[in-house]
């Protein structure tokens, strides 16, 4: 359905034809053999983890997304460049018609959602009544106009770790059930919300940057 919103953990989309074209601008912007920047890595990452065949996709762990042309796609694409050198494509297009998230993306947006208040407090305090130098361009922005980022370790390297730590088998009983309208994935069990906050807490590495400045 073209109205249905496309929900990612960095970015959201009011409608399947918003993301393709948001995804379309974002492949324009690269020449084969590039390697995208961290913001657009995050998104991708976001949005592969709604391809029907994730997992065989990210295989061992995703180090960069790049653009380029394979032997069975002569146009041009978006392509993951795995932990053990080896790669392949993926489809735009498959991921944001995909109908329902993996589970997968659903863990990865729940400890998204565990972190959302306090990130927020956090950017609160940072600028408290004042203007805060862009980490990127040193432009002065303020808490509307930029972001809040993840540098190193990425997000989504935090995440992979927590699940390791915690020796976790994901399962859909981790997960809220989704209800009509709701569009916040979040874990049933507090405790383990709670668990990945102080994770996060103990390794995450923000910075401020204005809003769609790429890295």
Known sequence: MAGHPINLSHRQFSTKTEATSFFKEMLESYNDGDTVSLIDDNILFDLIQRHPEVEEKIGVGITSFYRDTSPNHPTSCFHVKRNDDSSTDFSIKTCINNAS??????????????????????????????EVPCSIT???????DSEYRHTQPRFRDIVNNFIISEN????????????????????????????????????????IVKKFVRR
């Open 101 to 130: 998230p993996t589970l997968l993306q659903d863990f990865y947006s729940a400890c998204r959602t565990a972190i959302s208040l306090k990130l927020i407090e956090e950017k609160k305090q940072i600028f408290s009544h004042r």
């Open 138 to 144: 040193g432009e002065l922005v303020t808490i509307d």
């Open 168 to 207: 976790l088998i994901i399962t859909n009983d981790m997960i809220v059930d989704n209800a009509d309208m709701q569009y916040i994935t979040s874990f049933e069990n507090q405790e383990l919300a709670n668990k990945f906050n102080t994770f996060h807490s103990e390794c995450a590495n923000l910075e």
